[in-house]
Structures are given as C-alpha cells and as structure tokens.
Nanobody, 126 residues
Framework: QVQLVESGGGLVQAGGSLRLSCAAS????????MGWFRQAPGKEREFVAA????????RYSDSVKGRFTISRDNAKKEVSLQMNSLKPEDTAVYYC???????????????????WGQGTQVTVSS
C-alpha cells in the first residue's frame, strides 16, 4: 500500500521560513517524479514544484520561483520543500504527490500524479 505522509506545516509570519517533508512508503520512490501542490480555500489545487526521479531537474511555479526549493533523498524515500520569504498568499494546504508513470519528466498538472498525501496546513500571517 502506497503512503505519502507530509509534515512540517504550521503558522509563520510573513518573511519567515518553513520546511515541508514527505515520506513515502510502499512505493518505488526512486523511479518517480515527485511534486508539491497546494490548495487554498475556495481555489483549485495548483502546482508548486516538481523534481525528477534522479533529482537532476526541478521546476517551480512562477509564484514561488526563487523562494522555494524542492529536493529529494532517494535513500530515505523523502522529498522536501524549503519555503523561504513566505507571503500571506502562500497560505494553503500543501500536498506531495508521486507521478503515475515511472521515469517521467517534470510534471505540473494534477492528472499526471497518481498518489497523494493527506496534506499539511501552512498559514502565513501578515
């Protein structure tokens, strides 16, 4: 049974930092692109960042580029999202996801991902 479990969310002031982690189990983690998405109240789930299976390539949404960094540790089956210079508009539930297909490229749509974590709340106060 595949499980993705996020951790690291919380409440932070604008300008602060948080680091989200996602631990995978029951999944051939090292062969799959991993992504982070977020969903704010009343809005659709949106792409935040993705990293290829080998970790050599990353992609970010324009809204987080230069502030967020995605990384992975295949030995530990973990993917992380370092979030710096946080803004109130970054407030959302953050989800990690694993691609449907092995050895995919950088994927940015929800339909490309087949496994999702339960989400972790990030709240940025102004």
């Amino acid at each position: 049974q595949v499980q993705l479990v996020e951790s690291g969310g919380g409440l932070v002031q604008a300008g602060g930092s948080l680091r989200l982690s996602c631990a995978a189990s029951g999944h051939p983690f090292s062969s799959y692109t991993m992504g982070w998405f977020r969903q704010a109240p009343g809005k659709e789930r949106e792409f935040v960042a993705a990293i290829t299976w080998g970790g050599g390539r990353t992609r970010y949404s324009d809204s987080v580029k230069g502030r967020f960094t995605i990384s992975r540790d295949n030995a530990k089956k973990e993917v992380s999202l370092q979030m710096n210079s946080l803004k109130p508009e970054d407030t959302a539930v953050y989800y990690c996801a694993a691609a449907k297909l092995a050895f995919s490229g950088l994927l940015t749509t929800t339909n490309d991902y087949g496994y999702w974590g339960q989400g972790t709340q990030v709240t940025v106060s102004s």
